[in-house]
């Protein structure tokens, strides 16, 4: 496929193979180190802040007045799951971009760069209020606690930034499209597609949520309808918690098995898993609010369904990494019924921590079909349980598949490449993890079975015989949350020596190939336009129902409240 | 041997079930904008059936298309009005005929048509389902009566904005096929 690019002014011909062999251009090069650095930056100041709440719970550690626990957490919150998330995923799939689709558009690049810029600008503006405790109401901001207007204003910069980069992806796509007809995008694209259309249409309800509050925390309007601000909101928090998976989830199908040396899975099946995780994903926002009231039984009922739906892709997904992973440990002549695992490469922490990854997301995902369940949530609603819930997923599936992918990311973003003691450095820091997050994760469910709250600071109840149980557990939530801390702390020191100090060389972008006898793809996979709309229509018999009953039954609304 | 038709028939049989009916009516949204279209579907699936047994018919009566889109519009606009939903609810005979209409003279003529029509048609019956569908939820959501004897106020707002939604995704549609040629890209 030849593709000719405009680079700024003087025109620069990227073949394919070309930027196979050379490597990604010096440029989009720049974009995806920056976005990394933040990410990393978020993870350091957002490690600190984590184990300064573990130990605070453990009753270790007491708050000095000028620091308030639940500025800690709304700090902790933001940067691990807006701005690590979001900074690693645009990074990863920009550079994904550029070298499937032979580089970025000049203008693409551009758009990513301002969309950079507009979302540490929101950051920024989002971070001042919280420094001044004027902004303590944790990542999710339920009103009626309200934050200081600025807050909110920076959420609407961070917003915007992230979509002037899903539309620089969707004309990135386009245009590939364009310059090769009857071609499918391919695979790792395809997926960056699905999760730039996902940013957009989950991010559209948050946005519509922040523009009512910001007002309210005016005071310009005096009340606000706490349940469709809370309903706005998960449909787009349950979203971005699936955009991260998804992301993690593209590494798995499509850099794992080349890593270890084997072909991909099935591509058709591959593009329907991203499909359909595309489309289902928004209306599970509501098991979040399985205990709100205000939502019918009914309705409570159908969303079960329709967050169990999910569980379908992810189970194929499981199917589909354990049968590349024994067939290609079979080529390579593994044997037995189970024998066949000793011929993968463990020692290769760009195997090792995708994999412990993957295999976390096993307990994980039960916990979560446990949790979606009417009765079950009633257990461990707002309990510690459901901390240890997403450090499971998120800490360890999500972000330890975003620790291996850097070992060979950021090496060949800078022209460098990896040493076999940053290898080292990396299977020592993916054991520590794994242990860390077993045992805080571990003693935050079982804490959380006995009644634990969650973002709680430190309490004793007056010595009530209860509370006074948990603390064995709080102290090895505290010992998790330090092992977890050294973890952070290798990982951001392998990061930067890999995007500065590594020697200089060339660094392959590991993509598998499909099996050789597969059947060609059909083109309906392609067609995007119909995704979307399936998406609204599956949003709108979610969502249509309830958002009336609230408004039209609407309370009488609530006047903000500063609850710190 | 074709399945589909057979599925379809089986659609049809189990949206029949008296429980099942009796619950997709009983919440007005899910009677308009779940049963209607599923039954619609069904007749999308017997389709081919009908298709092998009549294939005359289809080529003599919907040539290029149009009756059968026409047909499929005039149904779906007689099924849209409130006034025939109440009717179905109380009259034996309405329901049979929603039972009928939806599947045979809605489902299966759209099929047929659906291949032979030139993109200037396909694009015309989606702009004028969300022009009809924005109007129709502007009539439910801001009429100030109630419009169905059987259904309460709430339930008509509730489907207004189930209209509202259904049009916005294909406005969607609309600026996606717009701006995306799919014949450039094949
Ligand atoms: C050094 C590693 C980490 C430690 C020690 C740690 C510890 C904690 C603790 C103790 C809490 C507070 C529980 C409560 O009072 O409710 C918490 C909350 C949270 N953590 Fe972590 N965590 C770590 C890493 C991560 C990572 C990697 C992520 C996600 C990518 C993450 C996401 C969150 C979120 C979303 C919350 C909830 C905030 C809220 O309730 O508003 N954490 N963490
Ligand atoms: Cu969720």
């Known amino acids: ?130 420094l001044m405790n004027e902004a303590s109401v944790m990542y999710t901001f339920y009103p009626p606690m309200a934050a200081s207007p600025i807050f909110y204003i920076g959420l609407v910069f961070i917003v915007l930034g992230v979509w002037m980069c899903a539309f620089g992806a969707f004309i990135n796509v386009a245009s590939w499209r364009k310059r090769n007809p009857g071609k499918h995008v391919p695979i790792l694209s395809f997926f960056a597609t699905g999760v730039f259309v996902l940013l957009f249409f989950g991010s559209l309800p948050v946005a519509i949520e922040v523009f009512t509050i910001i007002p309210w925390a005016f005071g310009w309007v005096e009340t606000i309808n706490v349940m469709v601000a809370r309903t706005l909101f998960w449909a787009f928090g349950h979203t971005l918690v699936n955009i991260w998976y998804l992301t993690a989830v593209s590494a798995w199908y499509v850099i794992v098995p080349k ?134 997923t998120l800490g360890m599936s999500v972000v330890m598949t975003f620790f291996g992918l850097i070992y060979w990311l950021i090496p060949y973003v800078s022209k460098r490449v990896l040493t076999p003691q940053i290898n080292k450095l990396g299977v020592i820091q993916t054991i520590i993890w794994t242990i860390g997050m077993i045992i805080m994760s571990g003693a935050m469910h079982w804490v959380g079975l006995l009644g634990s709250p969650r973002r709680t600071s430190y309490s004793t109840y007056f010595d009530n015989a209860t509370a006074l149980s948990w603390d064995p557990y709080l102290f090895f939530l505290a010992i998790g949350g330090t092992l977890l801390m050294i973890g952070v702390l290798m990982q951001v020191y392998a990061v930067f020596y890999l995007m500065f100090f590594a020697p200089k060389g060339n660094t392959e972008f590991p993509i598998a190939e499909v099996e050789e006898d597969e059947a060609p793809t059909p083109r309906w996979t392609e067609r995007w336009g119909l995704w979307v709309v399936c998406m609204i229509v599956l949003v709108g018999m979610a969502y249509v129902i309830p958002l009336v009953d609230f408004m039209v039954n609407a309370p009488p609304g609530s006047p903000p409240f500063k609850t710190w | 041997m074709m399945k589909s038709p057979v599925y379809g028939l089986l659609l049809l049989f189990a949206l029949m079930l008296p429980p099942v009916a009796n619950l997709l009516e009983s919440i007005m949204i899910t009677h308009m904008h779940m049963q209607m279209p599923l039954l619609i579907i069904s007749g999308l699936f017997m389709a081919k059936f009908f298709q092998h047994r009549f294939p005359e018919f289809f080529s003599k009566w919907n040539e290029n298309g149009v009756p059968g889109l026409l047909l499929f519009s005039i149904i779906m606009v007689y099924w849209s009005l409130p006034r025939t939903m109440d009717e179905a609810l109380t009259l034996t005979s309405v329901e049979i005929f929603k039972f009928i209409s939806l599947p045979f003279l809605a489902g299966v003529p759209l099929r047929d048509s659906w291949p032979k029509l030139s993109s200037f048609w396909k694009h015309a019956l989606i702009i004028f389902f969300t022009i009809l569908f924005l109007a129709l939820g502007w009539l439910y959501i801001w009429s100030p009566v109630q419009l169905c004897n059987n259904y309460l106020i709430i339930e008509q707002i509730t489907l207004g904005w189930g209209f509202i939604s259904t049009a916005f995704a294909m406005v969607v549609y609309l600026i996606y096929s717009y701006f995306v040629d799919l014949s450039k890209y094949e």
């Open chain 1, 259 to 392: 890593v270890i040396g084997g072909r991909r899975w099935n591509d058709l099946l591959t593009r329907i898993v991203v499909i359909a995780l595309v489309i289902m994903n928004i209306t599970g926002g509501f098991h979040h609010q399985i205990i709100d009231p205000g939502i019918s039984e009914p309705v409570k009922y159908m969303h079960v369904f329709m967050s169990l739906a999910i569980g379908f892709p992810s189970l194929m997904t499981a199917y589909a990494m354990f049968a590349v992973f024994e067939r290609t440990a079979r080529r390579k002549g593994g044997k037995g019924l189970v024998g066949w695992y000793k011929k993968l490469p463990w020692g290769d922490v760009r195997f090792l921590a995708p994999f412990i990854a993957m295999a976390a997301f096993i307990p994980a995902g039960a916990g979560g079909i446990a949790q979606t369940t009417n009765q079950l949530n009633q257990v461990v609603h707002n309990t510690m349980w459901v901390v240890g819930h997403f450090h499971l």
């Open chain 1, 1 to 130: 496929m030849e593709t000719v690019i405009k680079q700024s002014g003087k025109t620069q011909v990227f073949k394919d193979k070309a930027n196979k062999v050379m490597g990604i251009s010096l440029e989009d090069g720049k974009l995806t180190k920056s976005y990394l650095s933040v990410a990393f930056l978020a993870i350091l100041l957002g490690g600190i802040l984590g184990l300064v709440q573990g130990l605070n719970r453990a009753g270790m550690l007491e708050l000095p007045a000028w620091l308030n626990y639940y500025q800690v957490l709304t700090a902790h919150g933001l940067l691990l799951v807006v701005v690590l998330s979001a900074f690693f995923t645009i990074g990863y799939f920009y550079a994904g971009l550029s070298h499937t689709l032979g580089g970025l558009l000049p203008k693409v690049r551009k758009m990513a760069w301002i969309g950079f810029w507009m979302k540490i600008f929101g950051f920024v503006l989002a971070v001042i209020p919280i």
